[in-house]
Structure formats: structure tokens, C-alpha cells
């Protein structure tokens, strides 16, 4: 049985995926105003670009969201330019988040979800997933999606749908129709900008997408986050609450296991080892025989090496979220049928995987190309940044992760008596203030948190000196200033 652990007591909420004692997905779900995977916007034209063919928009972040003339919507033709104008409204949907120093990827054809099926306003496009593969169902399911949809509608059934009753399908696609009027109608209304539909919570869909196929058991450390959950899950999920447990990654060897994921060097079971390196253009993967080889090289300890990581990269792609060219360089292969059993290895890892991802096979240089759709930011840089004092050699924490960590730290420091908490910081994190913002934000136990300068810190690390009344935290602060 898959089991899941939630830790709701710090932000972001984490969510783990172990199944026979194995890694299976790290997720994260943070508050932000950042633009995220899905969500909806009432989106202004800046500017068209006719050489891109494609607009910028306005949708009240940082950096304006880019609409390329594919995903504008279907039954018109001509140049961008001559669809769009500068300074009109769109009502448009994240399809990829920002990345690095590029702006949201917007599309206008809008989808909706629900379990079983994707809602498609703005297109006549109907289809069942090909992996459904009994004639009846399709022929079932094709039929239901044309009674369905309305002139102009589209919509496509997914794997789930095939154990989904009519009824149950009719229902979640009306309330998918409602949901899009009450999209419109928001929007008319509007700011130019504005988030109208916030992406559903990214823990919720994980959860529900295990809980549709089979039993599971999900461990959380909040009984007010289970109670959110539940009301949406309703079978096939064993509830385990350990009510106040900040302690709930570290007592199941949790941490300790999302940082193995952060390393470049992943182990394979024969002695062999991946190194996996993210560039900007591209993430390159060697694969090693390490101590697998011996001193003699032998063709058929060459292919379980290869083998072996063949299996483990579309888990490390997942698992680390990573999206893009990869290129993986195996060891030397001359046979052509020995390349194609790695090859069947690998495609046969990403059938499960949501993210679309090709295979593109070997080149003449003997590297093997994959693409996976990028969405969103890679698990590395997520949770880490360059290191400011090596100026980017090594990677230290993110200012999100930095805070959550502090924020567990002082929530484990806790004595009901305690009114304040000393912490010691690197000077360059004193320098910084927008971090301090994130913290007090959030839920604390102390009623003051008070800073110091440790000069013996690290960059990005801290250390809870001390507890107690807030007259002996500021005392103890002004020993150490």
C-alpha cells in the first residue's frame, strides 16, 4: 500500500510518496502570488510581437505572461497581429509557470478538470484517453462526451472515466460548464490582472489522483488539513492523524530522504551511479560503472549498469521535477540491439508519467535524448540558490526553504512559558530583510523572535540560541551585540 505523508504544519505544505519503502513523489504547496500551473487571469494585451507572433500580457506579476498565436483560440485564422490588439481584455490560463527569468506561458484555450475528464470551452475537441483500451468503453464513453457537449465544446475522458458511471460523469461535467460561467462572469467584472481562479491545491489532486486507483494511507500531522482533505476524498484513503507532530519527515526518515534527491550522485543497485547535472540549456546525465566493473570491462556488466539506470531515470526526472532537453550519456554500447533493450527500458518508465516526455533515441555521438514538458521549477531550485559567497559554485538554501526550516526549528523549540526566541544568522541573511516578512507571516509559537549575527554560520543557516521571557532574550541578545 502506497502511504503518503503530509507535514501541514509549516509553509510550504510537503507532501511524500513512499511505496515499498521507496520514493515515489515529493510535492509542494506554498502560498504565493506567483502565477501557478492552471490558474486563470484577466489577462491585458501589453504589446504584440509580430516577428514572435505572439503577445505579452498583463496578469499582475512581475514579469507579463507571453501568448503565442497556437494557443489563442480555435476556428479563426490569420497573424496575431490581426486577432489581437494592444490594451484589450483576455481571459487566459497558466500552462506553464515562470521559469528562471522568463514570464508565465498563457494559453486562452481554457480547461477545467475534474476526476475523469479535462472540460474544453472553447473547443469542439472530444476523445477518450488511448489507454482505455476495451472497445465497449470507448464506444460508451465516446458516445456520452457527444451528448454532453454543447455546439463549440469539447471534452476528453481520461483513464480514470472508464470505472465512472454515466451518472457520476454527467454531474462533474455540469458542474464543470457552471464553473466556467461563473469564470466568465467573474471576469467581465475584473481589474485588469486579476487572478480569477486560483489552480486547486496541488496536495488535494495528488491525493486524489492515488486515492482513484487503489487504497491508500495518508499520515498528516494536522487534524484541520485531514478534515479538508476528507471532505473531498470519500474512499480508498486509510486516515492516520498525528496531531501536532513537528517531527513527522524526521521520525520517518523523511528528510534524510528528500535531500538524497537534491544530491548529483544517485546510486544504482550493481555499484554503478548516476550523475545528474542541471545546466541552463539543458540537464546532462552520466551514467557511471563506479566499482561495478571491476578492473576487467565487461559487455554484459556494461548492460545491467545501463540497464539499471535506465530504470531509474524516469523516476529521477519525476521525483527531482525536472523538465526540458535532457541528454544521458550511457556507457559505450556497440551493439544496436543492446541500445534498443535501453531504449525499451526507458520508454517503458515514463508510461505512467502525467508529463508528456519523448524519447528521441540515440544520437550519432552515441547520447540519448529525452524531452519532458517543463511546468514549473525544478525541485533544486525550489528548495536551493547559489551560494552568494562562492559566487554560485555551491547551492545553499532557498529564502523559501530557509524560512520553512526556521519555522520548524522554532516550532520544536516551543515551552508553553516561552514568550521569545534568540536566533543566530549568517550576516549576508542579516542583510536581507524580505525573508524576515515570509517568517512573521506565518504561524509561530513565540510572540517575538529576535536576531543576532552568528559569525560562525554558514551562509543560508541559522541556530536557535535560546528561549525563555522576552526581558532574557533581549538581554542575551545584547551580550552577544
Known sequence: MKEVYIDALTQPIRLVCIEHQQLQDIRFEEKTSQPLLEDCYAGKVLRIHPALQAAFIDIGSHKGGFLPLNELPDGENGPIESRLTEGQRVLVQVKKEPYRDKGAKLTMKIELKASGMVYL?????????K????PEAKQRLQKLADSLCEPGEGLLFRTEAEGLTD???TIAMNRLQNSFQDLLH??????????????????????KELASSEQIRVITNSRQFKTVLARSIEENVDWVTDEG???????????ATIEQVLSSVVPLPGGGQLVIESLEALTVIDVNSGQALGHRVKERTIQRTN??????????????QIGGMVV????????????????????????DDKT??????????????????????????????????????????????????????????????????????????????????????????????????????????????????????????????
Not at 470551452?121 to 484517453?129: C, D, T
Not at 513537528?246 to 528528510?255: A, M, Q, T
Request: with cysteine; net charge neutral.
Open 167 to 169: 451518472e457520476q460523469l
Open 131 to 134: 489507454k482505455i483500451k476495451s
Open 307 to 320: 540497464e539499471e539506470a535506465a530504470r531509474e531515470i524516469p523516476r529521477q526526472l519525476k521525483l527531482r
Open 328 to 351: 544521458v550519456d550511457f556507457i559505450d554500447m556497440k551493439e544496436q540491439h543492446l541500445r534498443a533493450s535501453i531504449e525499451g527500458t526507458l520508454r517503458a518508465g515514463f508510461l
Open 245 to 255: 507532530a513537528v517531527h513527522l519527515f524526521s521520525n520517518h526518515g523523511l528528510e
Open 186 to 207: 467573474t471576469f467581465r467584472s475584473a481589474a485588469d490582472g486579476a487572478l480569477l481562479q486560483r489552480t486547486s491545491s496541488v496536495i488535494l489532486n495528488v491525493v
Open 356 to 481: 508528456r516526455t519523448s524519447c528521441l533515441g540515440f544520437t550519432a555521438l552515441g547520447l540519448y535524448e529525452i524531452v519532458r514538458k517543463r511546468t514549473g521549477q525544478p525541485l533544486q531550485e525550489r528548495l536551493t540558490q547559489p551560494c552568494p559567497s562562492c559566487q554560485g559554485t555551491g547551492d545553499v538554501l532557498s529564502e523559501e526553504e530557509f524560512v520553512r526550516q526556521l519555522q520548524q526549528s522554532l516550532l520544536e523549540s516551543n515551552r508553553s512559558e516561552d514568550e521569545a526566541a534568540l536566533v543566530a544568522i549568517h550576516r549576508d541573511q542579516d542583510a536581507t530583510k524580505d525573508w524576515k516578512q515570509q517568517l512573521f507571516s506565518r504561524h509561530l509559537p513565540f510572540q517575538h523572535v529576535l536576531f543576532t549575527v552568528g559569525h560562525e554560520l554558514a551562509p543560508c543557516s541559522f541556530r536557535v540560541l535560546q528561549t525563555g521571557s522576552l526581558n532574557a532574550i533581549k538581554d542575551a541578545a545584547d551580550r552577544r551585540s
Open 121 to 129: 470551452p472553447k473547443s469542439g475537441y472530444v476523445a477518450v484517453s
